[in-house]
């Protein structure tokens, strides 16, 4: 049987799924929602060689927004991306932001984030930099209607010295004298892991603002929202199903399963229930 925690956390994602089909019914994307309410409502059975069993969403709906799928990225990247940052000399996780930006100019400044950050990538200072996976999140400040797109990033970086990553930041950001930028380091881990692989909006924020909802999706649509260079350049292929979550060997699907026939294990994978 699905333990209480696992239970309550799916009803909650859920829930929150359902809040953002309604706030999505009230704009141009309302074709959406169908598609969240849709999502993991149906499941398919795998079974691999070894006897392990798993499932996996029938049809997701492959929307930045979902509470699900987001929580799926998560749990996969930690475990599988665990293992390679375990091998690195004192990984490094950096923040870097530009100031936040009103509401109608998320795009803009989504855009000139990444040419900052593409104009740090030929400064000195990266020299020090082996490889990293950079991925884009966007919070929204409902109080001030403000965007504030910034950078979470996992370096392959021993030593890489605040001062002058600042330095090299707020000039690659084109920064006036006495303009404020963001640009912080601490050490490379699970919750950093769990940090960069979200590369969304908190999306409990937008769900009283339709109209930013749609500004975001619109503003992100087709947009890579996670890159990786030099070391860790193949990294995020991983998060792609990858066969048996116990032993990685190939899975052969079987029946389709309801929601009441499937629940989360202590990892985040789902399971089958027994009959």
């Known amino acids: 049987m699905p333990s209480k925690r696992a239970s309550e956390r799916f009803k909650r994602l859920a829930a929150l799924n359902e809040r953002l089909a309604r706030a999505l019914e009230e704009t141009s994307l309302r074709h959406l929602a169908g598609r969240m309410r849709g999502c993991h409502t149906h499941f398919r059975r795998y079974r691999c060689g070894n006897g392990h069993e798993w499932a996996w969403p029938h049809r997701p709906c492959n929307i930045r927004i979902c509470a699900f799928e987001a929580r799926v990225r998560s749990n996969r990247a930690a475990r599988r991306w665990g293992p ?3 091998r690195l000399e004192r990984p490094k996780h950096i923040v870097l932001a530009l100031p936040s930006v009103p509401q109608g100019r998320l795009r803009d400044g989504i855009r000139a984030l990444w040419k900052a950050f593409e104009r740090l990538r030929r ?24 965007w504030h797109p910034h950078l979470h990033g996992i370096l392959d970086s021993p030593y890489l010295p605040w001062d002058e990553l ?29 940090e960069l692989v979200k590369y969304v909006t908190k999306t409990a924020s937008l769900i009283r603002y339709p109209d930013a909802l749609e500004e975001f999706l619109t503003a992100t649509k087709r947009m890579r929202m996670l890159r990786s260079y030099g070391t860790l350049y193949r990294l995020p292929a991983e998060l792609e199903p990858a066969g048996c979550p116990d032993c990685g060997s190939p899975g052969e699907p079987c029946e389709i399963l309801k929601l009441e026939q499937v629940t989360w294990d202590d990892s985040g994978t789902l399971r089958p229930l027994p009959p």
């Open 123 to 146: 400064t000195d200072i990266w020299v020090l930099v082996k490889g990293a996976v950079v991925a884009l999140e966007v919070t929204w400040n409902e109080r001030k209607r403000l």
């Open 166 to 194: 600042m330095h090299a930041w707020r000039r690659a950001s084109l920064a006036a004298k006495g303009e404020a930028r963001t640009c912080w380091i601490g050490a490379a881990d699970n919750r950093a892991i769990r």
């Open 84 to 86: 390679h940052l375990a």
